[in-house]
């Protein structure tokens, strides 16, 4: 992401939430999000995004509905190799979710993220 600002008025513009913190901006689009990495981020370099990918990028995020079982197991039939994962995240829902880390042939960044299930009390 070349111009911060530019991007954020244009996916608001769009009608898109869109949040900011010191090294993403995130956009959502439901329950899902796009999240872009600010310059600072890349000027100090991080290696959890594409490997040839260079700003102005974003890594793809998706709501995973299954279980971890079937989520591995759509992977490997992919061939996809997990590099990150499960790990804990904050998502596009803004709560705690399971995420994995995938490439795509050409080396772009996936997440699919699993949300736990929310559990409701007699009263």
């Given at each position: 992401m070349?111009?911060t600002?530019?991007?954020i008025?244009?996916y608001?513009?769009l009608g898109?939430q869109v949040d900011?913190?010191?090294?993403?901006?995130?956009?959502?689009?439901?329950d899902?999000?796009?999240?872009?990495h600010?310059?600072?981020?890349?000027?100090r370099?991080?290696?959890?995004r594409a490997p040839s990918?260079?700003?102005?990028?974003?890594?793809?995020?998706?709501?995973w509905r299954?279980?971890?079982?079937?989520?591995?197991?759509?992977?490997?039939h992919?061939g996809?190799?997990?590099i990150?994962?499960?790990?804990?995240?904050?998502?596009?829902?803004?709560?705690t979710a399971?995420?994995?880390?995938v490439?795509d042939p050409?080396?772009?960044l996936?997440?699919?993220?699993?949300?736990?299930?929310?559990?409701?009390?007699?009263?």
């Open positions: 070349q111009n600002e530019a991007m008025a244009f608001r513009s898109f900011e913190n010191p090294h993403l901006v995130q956009v959502y689009v439901g899902q999000m796009i999240n872009f600010r310059p600072e981020l890349w000027q370099g991080f290696s959890l990918a260079e700003p102005p990028c974003g890594d793809i995020c998706f709501v299954g279980s971890g079982e079937s989520l591995q197991v759509m992977l490997d992919a996809a190799e997990v990150e994962g499960p790990v804990e995240r904050v998502g596009g829902r803004r709560a399971t995420s994995v880390y490439r050409d080396g772009n996936l997440e699919f993220m699993s949300y736990r299930e929310e559990h409701t009390h007699a009263g």
